[in-house]
């Protein structure tokens, strides 16, 4: 009877998984945004970085408490798997799921990873032309400098 409730709460764990992993989905969507947004801030971004990294934690809980107590019931699952077989097959629907929305995940990751590297790419164009530019500046403020400078000429006072 117990290995019911502990079948129950693997359940529930998983469901609770899938929403994780929407709200994982939703975050590398506002991340997207946020990347292909000129004007975004590095704040917002780094928001949406700490929320990512809550939910994975949350997910590595869900997984060590799945793993726990499917270590408690497995023998029991294997033995009597017919009188289990509606609660296996709905585990085995989440784990699809579970699965399908990894992927998307792992997509979404790939395409962040490479809009980030294009925005680094552009922060970096964008300094390099801000040193040239001030680099310019400086030299033509020197040149300035010197055109109404008039060298030190020695004059001979002698009658």
Not at 38 to 63: G, P, W
Request: overall charge neutral; proline content about 1%.
């Amino acid at each position: 009877m117990q290995e019911l409730a502990y079948i129950e709460i693997m359940l529930q764990s998983l469901k609770k998984k899938i929403g994780v992993l929407d709200q994982i989905i939703s975050w590398n969507e506002k991340q997207k945004a946020l990347l292909e947004d000129s004007m975004a801030s590095v704040e917002s971004f780094d928001e949406t970085v700490e929320a990512k990294a809550r939910l994975i934690e949350q997910m590595e809980q869900l997984d060590s408490g799945f793993e726990k107590l499917f270590a408690r019931v497995k023998e029991e699952l294997a033995v009597h798997k017919e009188d289990h077989a509606a609660e296996i097959r709905n585990m085995q629907e989440c784990i699809k799921e579970i699965t399908n929305k990894s992927v998307e995940i792992q997509t979404q990751e790939a395409r962040n990873k490479d809009l980030m590297t294009q925005k680094f790419a552009s922060v970096r164009q964008k300094a390099k032309n801000v040193r040239a530019n001030s680099k310019a500046v400086n030299q033509y403020y020197r040149n300035m400098m010197q055109l109404n400078y008039v060298d030190p000429q020695f004059m001979d006072n002698k009658k």
